[in-house]
């Protein structure tokens, strides 16, 4: 989810197109390679040529799914987001009401760090980051939002924000706000007390979009 969390893959209007479901079979593969190597050696040392080995595939073979070493990436620091909220989305699912949603998210994401290995990467090679994820998170947007969707058209039937929100630019809001609750400590709210963030997500973030 912000970067971190966040994460993100190349142009695509939803996280599951941009990740690729689990089990898809040459591409997860191609993906959970590019991880490990990620981890292993950083961005700019990890090539085309040591994902395809790490995958057990000829580099011809990635290149049918991804057209350079920057969308396979971006795709990897993706999955490793969307693979976290895919199993948090039953939690998140099972609270209710808009704010104390977007509490359990931000506890559930504070607890574990799914961007924590994106987190290290923007840290340890600032520049490679910049150069090979940078596009890719701000083309992701639209796809992190989209998880939202679904909440906030609940909420709306619940009557708790307004019969006429717009519930992408909603979405996007909420993401926006999530991101910014994980990563960036402030005095005006606890980002590791949950009722804390409940109720300072409901005096400003639903209040906004009643």
């Not at 695509?12 to 591409?27: D, I, L, Q």
């Not at 995958?55 to 070493?69: E, T, V």
């Not at 992190?144 to 717009?166: C, I, K, N, Q, S």
């Amino acid at each position: 989810m912000t970067d971190s969390v966040t994460v993100t893959a190349a142009a695509t209007t939803t996280a599951a197109t941009v990740v690729g479901a689990p089990g898809t079979g040459s591409r997860d593969r191609l993906l959970a390679a590019a991880e490990r190597c990620l981890r292993r050696s950083g961005i700019r040392r990890t090539t085309v040529i040591e994902i395809a080995q790490e995958a057990g595939m000829s580099r011809a073979w990635l290149y049918k799914h991804f057209p350079d070493k920057a969308s396979l990436v971006v795709a990897a620091l993706a999955r490793t987001d969307e693979l976290f909220w895919a199993d948090a989305r039953a939690r998140i699912s099972g609270v209710r009401g808009l704010a104390a949603q977007v509490a359990e998210a931000v506890r559930i994401a504070r607890q574990h760090q799914p961007g924590a290995l994106l987190l290290r990467l923007k840290a340890e090679e600032p520049r490679a980051y910049a150069e090979t994820v940078g596009t890719g998170l701000r083309e992701m947007m639209p796809g992190m939002a989209l998880f939202w969707h679904p909440y906030l058209e609940a909420a709306r039937t619940r009557g708790e924000v307004r019969a006429d929100l717009d519930i992408a630019r909603g979405g996007e809001w909420v993401m926006r706000t999530v991101l910014s609750l994980i990563t960036v400590p402030g005095d005006a709210v606890d980002g590791d007390d949950p009722p804390s963030v409940r109720r300072f997500v409901d005096e400003f973030l639903v209040a906004g979009l009643r």
